[in-house]
């Protein structure tokens, strides 16, 4: 008996010390995370949430000041500090970082339309916020911690198992808009635009020099978080189409570098007989490569862009060759598609 309370003692004495384990990474995302449960990219004075950067008096006042209608998941917000904490409540067992995170899973919940799409910003429905946002991967970044959840995969089986239930429920939807807004081009499947209307799922624009046009970079990201799924024939038939798609509409002889000159970052596109490329938009009727500027208006000449869009702005990339020639053939080799 003597024993077997101490090994109790010692027991709940060690889940004491583990639960004031502290990480310093998780601890400040503790202090930024707003009350709707979702995080911003910037705080109330528009300064960039950097979490390397020492937390005194005035920081924190700008981050008590910052209000949920900063709350986004635009450039890795809210999944990165979900996917951050749930590591930190691995290696610490600390419950407020787990508390923390499934605040943040809840909040992912919320945002989602019934439509199954997800806004860049939420609550915030300003100018092209509320609009479905696959640019720079937010909805395939939210769908991908829900998808971890629901599966219990990548250390989210610690999740409550409510939010496990509505989370599998989320992620259905989240795959049924993905397939109904991949483009149609004269009834044939393309690849995906950047943002669409959260009402229609119709192609729009967003910023003036985001033009309503097909996005590779992000139809990529699309394309993967498609293959961690099963290989439904309705997801089958959307991954072969704009993988096909994106072999049809290659280009080839050019290459795109982004380098230094006097400080300032100078992109050039260059013939180059051994390279292949996409350009980041391409007109969603014609699959000519295309290019916005801040005047809103379009062009159809990579050198017809301001010098300030030019350079200010990354217009081409060869993301899509690794899905072909590496992820594309191991998906079907794994679900056992000839061909």
């Given at each position: 008996?003597?024993?077997?309370?101490?090994?109790?003692?010692?027991?709940?004495?060690?889940?004491?010390?583990?639960?004031?384990?502290?990480?310093?990474?998780?601890?400040?995302?503790?202090?930024?995370?707003?009350?709707?449960?979702?995080?911003?990219?910037?705080?109330?004075?528009?300064?960039?949430?950097?979490?390397?950067?020492?937390?005194?008096?005035?920081?924190?006042?700008?981050?008590?000041?910052?209000?949920?209608?900063?709350?986004?998941?635009?450039?890795?917000?809210?999944?990165?500090?979900i996917n951050a904490l749930i590591k930190a409540y691995a290696a610490t067992k600390n419950p407020e970082y787990l508390k923390s995170a499934e605040k943040g899973i809840s909040y992912l919940l919320l945002m989602q339309y019934k439509n199954g799409g997800f806004p860049q910003y939420y609550?915030?429905?300003?100018?092209?916020?509320?609009?479905?946002?696959?640019?720079?991967?937010?909805?395939?970044?939210?769908?991908?911690?829900?998808?971890?959840?629901?599966?219990?995969?990548?250390?989210?089986?610690?999740?409550?198992?409510?939010?496990?239930?509505?989370?599998?429920?989320?992620?259905?939807?989240?795959?049924?808009?993905?397939?109904?807004?991949?483009?149609?081009?004269?009834?044939?499947?393309?690849?995906?635009?950047?943002?669409?209307?959260?009402?229609?799922?119709?192609?729009?624009?967003?910023?003036?020099?985001?033009?309503?046009?097909?996005?590779?970079?992000?139809?990529?990201?699309?394309?993967?978080?498609?293959?961690?799924?099963?290989?439904?024939p309705e997801i089958q038939k959307a991954v072969n189409a704009s993988v096909q798609w994106f072999k049809d509409n290659k280009i080839e002889g050019y290459s795109y570098t982004v380098g230094k000159e006097n400080g300032k970052t100078v992109r050039v596109l260059a013939e180059d007989k051994n390279s292949v490329i996409w350009a980041r938009f391409y007109d969603i009727n014609t699959n000519k490569p295309l290019f916005g500027d801040r005047d809103g208006s379009v062009k159809y000449h990579y050198n017809e862009v301001s010098e300030e869009r030019r350079n200010g702005y990354s217009w081409f990339g060869d993301s899509p060759q690794k899905l072909i020639d590496k992820e594309y053939p191991k998906w079907k080799l794994k679900n056992n598609m000839g061909g």
């Amino acid at each position: 008996m003597i024993k077997s309370g101490i090994s109790v003692l010692l027991l709940c004495f060690t889940g004491i010390v583990s639960a004031q384990v502290k990480d310093t990474l998780a601890e400040k995302m503790l202090l930024y995370q707003l009350p709707v449960g979702g995080w911003g990219k910037q705080l109330n004075d528009k300064s960039v949430v950097n979490y390397t950067t020492p937390v005194d008096k005035n920081l924190l006042r700008k981050i008590k000041a910052t209000g949920d209608d900063h709350a986004t998941i635009d450039n890795n917000a809210t999944s990165r500090e979900i996917n951050a904490l749930i590591k930190a409540y691995a290696a610490t067992k600390n419950p407020e970082y787990l508390k923390s995170a499934e605040k943040g899973i809840s909040y992912l919940l919320l945002m989602q339309y019934k439509n199954g799409g997800f806004p860049q910003y939420y609550p915030n429905t300003g100018l092209y916020r509320k609009q479905v946002t696959y640019n720079d991967n937010a909805m395939i970044n939210a769908l991908t911690v829900l998808y971890n959840v629901a599966e219990g995969k990548n250390d989210f089986d610690v999740v409550d198992s409510k939010l496990r239930e509505k989370s599998k429920g989320a992620l259905q939807k989240g795959i049924e808009c993905i397939l109904k807004t991949q483009v149609l081009q004269k009834g044939s499947p393309s690849i995906w635009a950047d943002q669409y209307n959260e009402i229609t799922l119709q192609p729009d624009k967003a910023r003036a020099f985001e033009p309503i046009s097909l996005a590779t970079g992000e139809s990529v990201g699309i394309i993967r978080f498609l293959m961690m799924q099963p290989a439904t024939p309705e997801i089958q038939k959307a991954v072969n189409a704009s993988v096909q798609w994106f072999k049809d509409n290659k280009i080839e002889g050019y290459s795109y570098t982004v380098g230094k000159e006097n400080g300032k970052t100078v992109r050039v596109l260059a013939e180059d007989k051994n390279s292949v490329i996409w350009a980041r938009f391409y007109d969603i009727n014609t699959n000519k490569p295309l290019f916005g500027d801040r005047d809103g208006s379009v062009k159809y000449h990579y050198n017809e862009v301001s010098e300030e869009r030019r350079n200010g702005y990354s217009w081409f990339g060869d993301s899509p060759q690794k899905l072909i020639d590496k992820e594309y053939p191991k998906w079907k080799l794994k679900n056992n598609m000839g061909g």
